[in-house]
């Protein structure tokens, strides 16, 4: 499966495999109605449009060969610094309780949220 660039600069995969994603009418109404979107019939083919760069720039990073690409958690190479584990003394229920505004058999008492 190959991808190219076309030559309108504005897709990147030409022939068969652009028109089995290209996002239907009805797909754009559906999730702009998700989204909480008011769009008129006018700007259903700017969002097309959007969408399918968008699902066509993700088809094209699927092709990219990743097998010696060693995974990562942050493109930086900082450390976490750990601390040594120690126990310490815990709280006793009485000590958490005493500066609450209100308490109810040994819990925090909150007003009520709806």
Do not use: W
């Amino acid at each position: 499966m190959k991808y190219l660039l076309s030559s309108d600069k504005k897709s990147y995969i030409k022939g068969p495999l652009r028109e089995a994603h290209l996002a239907k009418n009805q797909q754009i109404k559906e999730v702009a109605d998700l989204a909480c979107l008011q769009i008129d019939e006018s700007e259903i083919e700017t969002f097309q449009n959007q969408f399918d760069e968008a699902i066509q720039f993700f088809d094209r990073l699927s092709s990219l060969d990743t097998a010696d690409i060693k995974p990562m958690v942050t493109p930086h190479d900082m450390k976490t610094p750990l601390r040594e584990d120690r126990v310490v003394r815990d709280l006793t229920v009485d000590e958490l309780l005493e500066n609450a505004p209100d308490v109810k058999d040994s819990l925090f008492r909150v007003p009520p949220v709806v």
